[in-house]
DNA sequence: CTGTTAGCGCTTTCAT
DNA sequence: ATGAAAGCGCTAACAG
C-alpha cells in the first residue's frame, strides 16, 4: 500500500486523500499549530493508508537543516573508535539526527577533503575525533558551523572540546607499575603528531620523576598505535638490553602485538614482564593474560560528543561531563620478582 | 572568502558574479553541456573565489537522487563488520556516494525502523549486511530500490546477495583439525537464527561424517557470537569430561573467550587442545598464540557489496565475484600427541 | 484553526 | 550555446 506506481508519496498526495491543505498536514507532522481533531485524524489515517515518510531532503532544503551531523574519524575500522560512534549513533539518534561517518584515514589532506564533503551535505554540525587538522583551520570551520571535537583544546562560540586527562592517567598507569616494585619500566608511545599520546608519555615521565626513577629515553620506543607497531617497539626494546621488567603502552592494540612479541621471545607476561595498555577496548578483557590497561569509556566519550553536538545545535547549554579515566587491574602485571 | 556573511553560498550568487544564467553553471558543473570557453573559465572563477559547493539536498530533491546508501548492520563496533563498513565506504566513496550506517542491533524490529528512516532519507539502495528481517518483507523492499545483502540467497531485478561458502569453510576448518590426527573435535556454534553459522555448523558435520566420525551432540554448544558466549560454552564442554583435543569455534571473537576459558584451566593451546576460529579478524594475527582460523575477507565483501549496489543504481551488471573463504594456518593448532 | 502563496537551491525542459 | 521558467517536496509567513 503505496500510493501509486513506485515514486514515494508525497505530502501533497496525502493532504489530497485527507481533504486538507498541505500546510495542514506539515502542521500536524511537525506539531507546529493546533489542528482540529477531525482533521488531524483524517491525515493520520492518510499517513498511515499511504505509508507517507516525509522526504529528508525536501524537508532539509525548507528549512535550511539537514538533520545530519558530519563525523570525521580516522579509522571506521579501529576498535576504539568504533565504540566511540557508537555511542555518537545512539545520541544523535534520540533526536533525530543521523551521523554521517567519513573516514580521514590520518591525512591532513584527507581530512578536509571530508570536511569539504559535509559542507557540500549541510550538516548541521561535525565531531572531530582526534583530528589531523590544525586549530587554526578548524576555528575557520567552526565560524560556520559547529564543532565538537576530542583531543585538543580549543574554545569559541560555536566549538566545544571534549578532553580527557591523559597526562593524569599516563601517570597513574605507570604509578602502577612503579608501586609493584618495578623500576625499570619501558615505554611504547604512540605517533609523536597524536596530542594524546604525547600527554601519555608525559606522564609516565612524571611519574617516574616523582618517584625518584631515572627516565632512560632508550626505554622509549615510539608507534603508530596499531598491533604491528607494538610488536616492533618491543623487539628493539629488548635490543638494548637494559632489563627492564615492566611495560606501560599507550594503547591495547600495540599492547597486543607487545605481548606477541614477548611470547615469542618465550618471557612470560606477568611472570617476566608486566605490561598495562590504554584504552581497555573491549577484547582486552579476553586476552592471555587478560590485560591491566587504562579504561577510557570510548562509548560515553560518543554519547557525551553527541549531547554536546545537540547542545551547540540547540543553543542549549551542555555542560561537558570530565572523562573519567581509571586503571583497570587485569592479570599482566604483577609484583616485581627476584633482585 | 564564503560569499556574504554565514549563509552557505549559492548557485545562483555563482552565476551572477560570472555574469551567466544559473543554468549554464548547472550544466557546467554536471558536464551536461557544451559551454563556451569564457564562460567556463568565468563560472570557475567565481565558484573559487566564492569557495561554493553545490547543495547536495537541493541536487538531490532536483533529480531525485540523494546520492547515498543506506547501510543495515548490526552493530557499527563489531570487528568483523566495521571491516566490512570501511570496504562499503570505498567503494562508495569513488561513486560519490556517502553510506549512510543504521545499526538494527540484531531485532528485528529494530531493522524495520531503519528502513524507514532510510527510506525517509531518500536513500538509492541499502546494502544489508546479515539482516534479520525476513525475506519475504525483505523482497517488498526491493520492489522500491536496489538491495544488497549478505548471507541470504535471494534474487529479482533489483536484488543481488552476497553469499560465502560457509558450509564448505566449516568442511575445511574441520578437516585441518582431523588432517592434524583429531578424533574427538569439539564446536562452538554462533546463533541458531544465524544462517552462517548453520552453515559452518553444517560443515563440521560433514567433515565428521566422512571421515568416518561419530558427531556427538555434547560436544556441539552454541554461543551468541560474542566473546564472553566462547568462555562459557568451553566451560560447558568441559564439564562434559569428553576428552576432546581440539575445537572449532564458529568466528574469532567466541575463539577469543574460549582460549581464555582454557587459559585458566590450565590447558595449554595449541599442546593440550587446538583451535580454530573464523573470520580472521585482524587481532587475530596477535593473540597469542596467534589463531588459526578461516579467512573471510571483510573488507573485499564490503567492496563487493559496494560496487555490486553501484552497479544495481547505474543499470549495469555486475559480476558479483565469490567471496573466497581460506583457512590460515597459524599456530593455535597442532598435530595431536598421546593415545 | 486553516488555506494560499512564496520560496529553499538545484536541474531540466523549452525556447531562442 | 544559453537563458527563462517550471518544478522537486516541504516549510513558513501571511491572510483569513
Same sequence: chains 1, 2.
Wanted: glycine content about 8%.
Amino acid at each position: 500500500m503505496d500510493g501509486r506506481g513506485n515514486a514515494p508519496v508525497t505530502l501533497e498526495e496525502v493532504a489530497r486523500r485527507a481533504g486538507v491543505s498541505p500546510s495542514t498536514v506539515s502542521r500536524i507532522l511537525n506539531g507546529t499549530a493546533r489542528v482540529r481533531d477531525s482533521k488531524r485524524q483524517a491525515v493520520e489515517r492518510a499517513i498511515a493508508d499511504l505509508n507517507y515518510r516525509p522526504n529528508v531532503m525536501a524537508q532539509g532544503l525548507a528549512r535550511g537543516s539537514s538533520m545530519s551531523v558530519g563525523v570525521i574519524t580516522q579509522d571506521i575500522a579501529s576498535p576504539f573508535f568504533n565504540e566511540a560512534l557508537k555511542g555518537i549513533e545512539d545520541s544523535l539518534a534520540k533526536a533525530g539526527y543521523a551521523p554521517l561517518f567519513v573516514s580521514g584515514h590520518w591525512k591532513k589532506e584527507k581530512e578536509v577533503e571530508c570536511m569539504s564533503l559535509l559542507v557540500a551535505r549541510r550538516v548541521d554540525g561535525v565531531i572531530v575525533l582526534t583530528g589531523m587538522i590544525d586549530d587554526a583551520s578548524l576555528m575557520e570551520y567552526a565560524a560556520r558551523l559547529p564543532l565538537v571535537i576530542t583531543g585538543r583544546n580549543l574554545h569559541g562560540p560555536n566549538v566545544v572540546s571534549i578532553q580527557a586527562n591523559n597526562e593524569q592517567a599516563g601517570y597513574e598507569a605507570t604509578c602502577h607499575l612503579i608501586e609493584l616494585g618495578h623500576t625499570r619500566i619501558a615505554h611504547i608511545a604512540g605517533p609523536e603528531a597524536n596530542v594524546d599520546a604525547q600527554q601519555r608519555l608525559e606522564g609516565y615521565r612524571r611519574a617516574l620523576r616523582e618517584h625518584g626513577l631515572p627516565v632512560d629515553e632508550r626505554l622509549i620506543a615510539t608507534g603508530d598505535f596499531h598491533e604491528s607497531s607494538g610488536l616492533l617497539a618491543v623487539n628493539q626494546l629488548l635490543e638494548t638490553r637494559l632489563n627492564f621488567t615492566a611495560l606501560f603502552v599507550a594503547n591495547d592494540q600495540m599492547a597486543y602485538g607487545a605481548r606477541l612479541a614477548l611470547y615469542r621471545k618465550g618471557i612470560r607476561v606477568p611472570e617476566d614482564m608486566s605490561i598495562i595498555g590504554f584504552d581497555d577496548l573491549p577484547s582486552s578483557l579476553y586476552t592471555t593474560p587478560p590485560l591491566t590497561t587504562v579504561r577510557q569509556p570510548a562509548y560515553d566519550l560518543g554519547k557525551i560528543a553527541g549531547d554536546a553536538m545537540l547542545g551547540l545545535i540547540h543553543g542549549q547549554d551542555y555542560a561537558i561531563p570530565t572523562i573519567p579515566l581509571q586503571v583497570i587491574v587485569r592479570e599482566s602485571t604483577m609484583r616485581r620478582r627476584g633482585p
